[in-house]
Structures are given as structure tokens and as C-alpha cells.
């Protein structure tokens, strides 16, 4: 970090001085950038090596191969930073192109196919019973045309409960018994605002933004992010909205399963009732604690759901009904793609052996009960 301080300096110099020439500067960034390359490459040899040997010994473990990064730019950086993972014994992630004609799984993240920045590798030969895997988080609205990936994939990896391998954003986990029963706290001395939204894209035309300006027309509603240019850094959200009494996990699209962090991040962690929009009542009730939200569809007007908030937050009693269900239950947000990645380890013996998704577009676009 010092380094690269320093190296912006000399660049901030190099302008006003034109005795020295931008090259100096060029040199001095490559040198200081020069031993974490090297010292990335001697890791990378090192993991290579212990691998192999895990490979000569373990025979039967199966491979994934994660064939681009989700979100990231294909930088050599990228690649050097996400080596190997082990999920268990008998499974592991690895990253390695290279390892295409031994992978048992391919698994290719949706976003970048669709715009183009990474491809599927059709020139090279498949191996038979090798698996490959379509992996999308996003709504159906925003997956792009999924028409050209027609009979190419086996195996659909997404949020949805009928995906061949399930990835929700987040998940209730029943309390074991040593866990205990703790005293439910609602903290309700911490707060002081009725409803609060975080919101970045506000488009009128989402369903989410007409309850939204029905809705605080009628009860106070604090807004905050990049629409109402009061951005929250991820330190600040979720202390923010502990001190909501409620809420607003809207979600951009109103798609089948379609549940993310703003409920099971942004609303459960802050201690805020979730006060749901997207996905259908049953969806919701199939994955979250009983009672622990409030969904829009529930009421006959947006007018009817004011007064309810109005009346839950007067009342201790019916607020701490809400946190009811942390006696038997918790929740967990799924931390990163490793542990996604890991659930086709678990999952692999009840995969389906032999599928074809002959109309990728139609599966995403499907809407009836899992
Ligand atoms: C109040 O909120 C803060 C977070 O902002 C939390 O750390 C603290 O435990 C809360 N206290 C009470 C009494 O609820
Ligand atoms: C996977 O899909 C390919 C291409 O459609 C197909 O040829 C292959 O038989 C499938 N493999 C398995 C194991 O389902």
C-alpha cells in the first residue's frame, strides 16, 4: 500500500516536472508490483504441486471447474488470487483451464456469456458424462436471451427451489437445542424511524416504487442510497436500519423464488421486520422464519398495510411477535461463490445423471410452484 502511495506521488510529480518522463514513473509501478507477481507465481506453483498429489491419491475426488469468475474481469490478478478450494475429501473447485479435459463439472457464470466478455468453449472437445452447469443469480428480466444456450447445458445452478442445485441468497437454519432459547430481544429502545428503503435504482415504473410513494404518503419512510443521495457504506446499512422498526426489502423484479439480501442481509441482520415485494406470499413462507415478515400482497391496499405498520410498531406485544421465531430458528447469508460452488459437492450423488435443457429461456422464464 505504501508503495503504490508513493508511486502516485512520483506520477503527481512527473506532470508538474516535465524533466522526468512518464516512464520513470511506468518503471517504478512495475517494480513495486514486480515481487507480489512473483511471490503470487511461487504460491501458485506450491498449491499446483500439492494438488497433483492430491489428485494421485484421491482418484475418485470429483472436480468443478468455475470456468470465468462471476462479476470479475479476466485479469491475471483475478486468476492468481482465486487458486483452489477444497469442499470435502472427495470434492473440489479448481480454476484452471487446463483442467477442462478431467473436469466432472464445468460450471459458467450466465452474466458474462451474455454480454460477451467471457465464451463458451464449443471448440473444445466435451468430454463424455462431463456436466455442464448454467449458473445465473439475477431475475429472469435481467439474464438476457438465454434462447442461443438451447440444448447445451445439464445442469441449472440458481437461486430457484427446482434449480438442479439450489443457491438461495440466504436460508433458516432450525437452532440446535445446545443453541438454546434465548431471551428474544426486539430492541425496540434503539428505534426511532417507522420504515426505511435502501434504494439505488429507483425506475417509477417498478411496482416497488408506487408502494413506495403510496405507502409514504401515509406513514414516515426514510430512504437512503444513491436515489436520495444519502449512500450508506457497508459498515453503516446495517446499523442504519436497526434503527427502523420496519423495513422495505423490495426487490427489483416479481420473479418465482426471487429472494435476496435485502431480506435476508439488510433486513434480519439489522433486527428491522422485513416488510416484503417480489416474489409470491408462498415463496416467502416456503423460506423464511414463520412470522418473521410482512408482505405487501397480504393486504387489500397499501393504504391498509400504513395502518398495520402503524399499528405493530405502537404495540410491544405485536412487534415482538415478529422476533418470535429466533427462539427456534436463525438465519444465514450464503457468504461467497466457494460456498455455492461447494453445494454441487453435496449435491452430486442425487444430481440428475443424464439432462439436457433443450430451452434454457423457457426453464428461467417458468413461473409455476417448484
Ligand atoms: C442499538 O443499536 C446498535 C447499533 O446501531 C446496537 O449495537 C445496540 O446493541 C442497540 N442497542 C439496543 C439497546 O438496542
Ligand atoms: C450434457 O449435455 C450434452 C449437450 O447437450 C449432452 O450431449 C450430454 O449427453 C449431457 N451429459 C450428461 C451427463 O447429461
Redesign the pocket.
Known amino acids: 500500500m505504501a508503495s503504490e502511495e508513493v508511486t502516485l506521488l512520483e506520477c503527481n510529480q512527473t506532470k508538474k516536472n516535465a524533466l522526468t518522463p512518464l516512464r520513470k514513473c511506468q518503471l517504478l509501478t512495475f517494480l513495486c508490483l514486480l515481487p507480489l507477481v512473483l511471490l503470487n507465481v511461487w504460491l501458485k506453483a506450491f498449491s499446483w504441486d500439492s494438488n497433483e498429489q492430491i489428485d494421485s491419491n484421491e482418484q475418485n475426488q470429483v472436480t468443478i471447474l468455475m470456468w470465468h469468475e462471476p462479476f470479475r474481469p479476466p485479469t491475471l490478478w483475478t486468476s492468481f488470487m482465486n487458486g483452489d478450494h477444497n469442499c470435502s475429501p472427495s470434492c473440489k473447485i479448481v480454476r484452471r483451464r487446463s483442467l477442462f479435459p478431467t473436469a466432472d463439472v464445468v460450471v459458467f457464470h450466465n452474466r458474462e456469456l451474455i454480454t460477451g466478455q467471457e465464451k463458451l468453449p464449443m471448440d473444445l472437445p466435451?468430454p463424455?458424462?462431463?456436466?455442464?452447469v448454467w449458473m445465473s443469480l439475477e431475475s429472469p428480466v435481467h439474464n438476457g436471451d438465454l434462447r442461443k444456450f438451447a440444448?447445451?447445458?445439464?445442469l441449472t445452478m440458481n437461486y430457484r427451489r427446482d434449480a438442479d442445485i439450489s443457491i438461495p441468497y440466504g436460508e433458516r437454519l432450525a437452532k440446535k437445542p445446545e443453541e438454546g432459547e434465548n431471551p428474544v430481544q426486539t430492541n425496540t429502545g434503539n428505534k426511532s424511524i417507522l420504515a426505511c428503503w435502501v434504494v439505488s435504482n429507483y425506475a417509477s415504473s417498478y411496482r416497488r416504487s408506487k408502494v413506495h410513494k403510496e405507502l409514504s404518503a401515509i406513514v414516515p419512510v426514510k430512504v437512503y442510497g444513491r436515489w436520495t443521495n444519502i449512500p450508506l457504506t457497508s459498515a453503516e446499512l446495517i446499523p442504519t436500519i436497526s434503527h427502523c422498526y420496519f423495513y422495505l426489502a423490495f426487490e427489483n423484479s416479481e420473479a418465482k423464488d426471487y429472494i435476496t439480501e435485502k431480506l435476508w442481509k439488510n433486513a434480519y441482520q439489522s433486527g428491522a421486520v422485513p416488510v416484503v415485494l417480489g416474489a409470491p406470499v408462498q415463496d416467502y413462507e416456503a423460506v423464511a422464519p414463520p412470522h418473521s415478515f410482512i408482505h405487501v400482497d397480504e393486504f387489500a391496499s397499501v393504504k391498509e398495510l400504513a395502518v398495520y405498520l402503524q399499528q405493530v410498531a405502537g404495540d410491544q406485544k405485536l412487534y415482538s411477535e415478529y422476533f418470535q421465531w429466533k427462539r427456534n430458528w436463525k438465519t444465514k447469508l450464503t457468504a461467497d461463490w466457494n460456498e455455492r460452488l461447494c453445494k454441487i459437492c453435496s449435491h452430486f450423488d442425487s444430481l440428475?445423471?443424464?439432462?439436457?435443457y433443450a430451452d434454457l429461456a423457457a426453464w428461467d422464464h417458468a413461473t409455476g410452484a417448484a
Open positions: 466435451r463424455p458424462g462431463q456436466r455442464w440444448g447445451i447445458f445439464n440428475p445423471p443424464n439432462k439436457v
